[in-house]
Every structure is written in structure tokens, then in C-alpha cells.
């Protein structure tokens, strides 16, 4: 009977005992996913930049070793010579009340000028005549609180030019000197300044692109033999622009697009060439 009791007991005590806790578990790691591909590929690109700047750098260094084994020089020729064109222009005007006495008086002088021109030996295919410009001449007239009314013309200004274009450059120099017998005559003759040209300025060009380049040629094979290089072929050739100054002149009118001087008849061209060659 105690033996009973001491069973019931121990069976209503462990009814009533608080159970244990369970044991703390750590959190599941997360699953590693494709871990090892992002490896190589960050691997592949790093290996992609490393070529392709090796690539550049090799295409960088074998450019400017290519471009040291040029060599370049810049030739240049100048000649002299003389105009056989001259151009002369005149001007003559006349002025009247009248546009019909006006026009009778610049036909008169065209005619002076004609004649004169024909005494001097002038041939008629030499020169030409301008056709007549005509300007009335105005005054406004205003009231007197100084508004203004109207225009009223006072007059008539005429005026014709003459051109002459010879090869006979004393003669045409001497007209466009000695204008006294015109202006005894009434005609009131402005002078303008002759113009010198040269028809033959083409070949004299081409004779000078000749020159430049065969001087250019010759100071690239100085610098080569001097160095003990060997010339390779022609690279490129690039030509100056003309500069055609008085004879004498210097360079103070040279020009980046070049210069023709019209006003002296002894001349100077000049010319520059830039050869490049490759060497061996």
C-alpha cells in the first residue's frame, strides 16, 4: 500500500513538473548560388582590359615609331620679272542746269579724250568708254517752322570713265602722266593709278612649283646623307601660296592667302613646297 501511494505520488508530481526548453538552433545559412561563375567571369573581364589596353599601347608606340622614320624639308624658289599689261582708268565729269547741255558737254570731252587718245597712238580696241552715269543734284525746302515741303532740282552731274588696257606700257605710263593738253581743253581728267599685270604668270607659276621642289628634294638628301639614312618614298607634298610683291619689296606684304602687288611693274614671285619622305 505505500508502495502504491509513493507510485501515485511520483505520477501526479510529474504530471504537474514544467517541461524543459528546447534547445536554441542557429538560422539557416543561405544557399550559395553560382558563386564560382561570378568569379570568373569579374576573372574574364579583368584579363579583356589588361589585352585591350596592351593592344592600344602597342598600336600607340608602333604610330609615332612609324611616323620618326620620316623625314621633311620645305623648299622654296623666287623669280623676277616684268609686267607687259598695263590698265589705266580715267575719269572725266561735267555738271549743267540743264541734263540735256550736260550730256552735250560729257560727249564732248568723251570725244577730246578720244581724240587725244588716237594722237598718242592708241588703237581703238585698247581703250573703251563707260556708259554715262547721271546724279541730279537737290536742294530740300522746308517751311518756317521747319517742316519739310519738297525737293527742288538744281541740277545735273555727269561723268564717264575710261579704260585702257595695252601692252605698250611706256605709252599708256605717258598719257596717264601728261594729262595738260586735256585739261587745256576743258575736260576735267582724273588720273587714276596705272596696274601692272603679266599675262605669262601661269608658266612663270609652274617654273616656280619646279624650282621649290627640286630645292626641297635637294636639302632632304643633305639631311639624310648626313644622318646615313636612306630615302624611302614620297609620304606627301604640300604646296605655299604665291606671294607677288614689287621687286624688292621684302616680305612686309606677304599674306596668309597669298598676294598679287598691281602696282609695280618689276615684280617678284615666291613660292614654297613641303616634301616628306620615309626613311630606311
Not at 624639308?73 to 609686267?83: E, I, K, L, Y
Not at 604646296?239 to 616680305?251: C, D, K, P, W, Y
Not at 599674306?255 to 611693274?265: A, I, P, Q, V
Request: glycine share 8%; with cysteine; proline share 3%.
Amino acid at each position: 500500500m505505500d508502495v502504491n501511494m509513493n507510485q501515485n505520488n511520483n505520477q501526479n508530481a510529474n504530471q504537474y513538473q514544467t517541461p524543459a526548453p528546447a534547445p536554441m538552433q542557429a538560422p539557416p545559412m543561405p544557399p550559395k548560388h553560382g558563386g564560382n561563375g561570378k568569379t570568373l567571369s569579374a576573372l574574364i573581364i579583368g584579363i579583356a582590359i589588361v589585352i585591350s589596353c596592351c593592344v592600344l599601347a602597342g598600336g600607340f608606340v608602333k604610330y609615332k615609331s612609324g611616323d620618326s622614320r620620316r623625314i621633311s624639308a620645305t623648299g622654296s624658289a623666287s623669280v623676277d620679272f616684268d609686267a607687259d599689261l598695263i590698265v589705266w582708268r580715267g575719269y572725266f565729269s561735267t555738271y549743267s542746269t540743264s541734263s540735256s547741255r550736260a550730256y552735250d558737254e560729257i560727249k564732248k570731252q568723251a570725244s577730246l579724250v578720244e581724240d587725244y587718245l588716237d594722237e598718242k597712238g592708241l588703237d581703238e580696241s585698247e581703250y573703251v568708254f563707260s556708259a554715262v552715269d547721271i546724279s541730279e543734284s537737290s536742294i530740300n525746302n522746308y517751311d518756317e517752322f521747319g517742316n519739310y515741303i519738297n525737293s527742288t532740282v538744281q541740277g545735273y552731274n555727269l561723268s564717264q570713265n575710261v579704260v585702257i588696257s595695252s601692252a605698250n606700257i611706256d605709252l599708256v605710263e605717258n598719257i596717264s602722266r601728261d594729262i595738260s593738253k586735256l585739261l587745256d581743253k576743258g575736260v576735267e581728267l582724273t588720273s587714276g593709278t596705272p596696274e601692272y599685270y603679266c599675262t605669262s604668270l601661269d608658266e612663270i607659276k609652274l617654273e616656280l612649283i619646279d624650282k621649290a621642289t627640286d630645292n626641297a628634294k635637294t636639302r632632304i638628301d643633305i639631311m639624310a646623307e648626313g644622318s646615313g639614312a636612306n630615302l624611302g618614298k614620297l609620304r606627301s607634298s604640300n604646296l605655299g601660296v604665291f606671294q607677288i610683291t614689287a621687286r624688292n619689296s621684302g616680305t612686309s606684304y606677304y599674306s596668309y592667302d597669298g598676294y598679287l602687288d598691281t602696282t609695280s611693274r618689276q615684280k617678284t614671285a615666291t613660292i614654297t613646297v613641303k616634301l616628306e619622305y620615309d626613311i630606311k
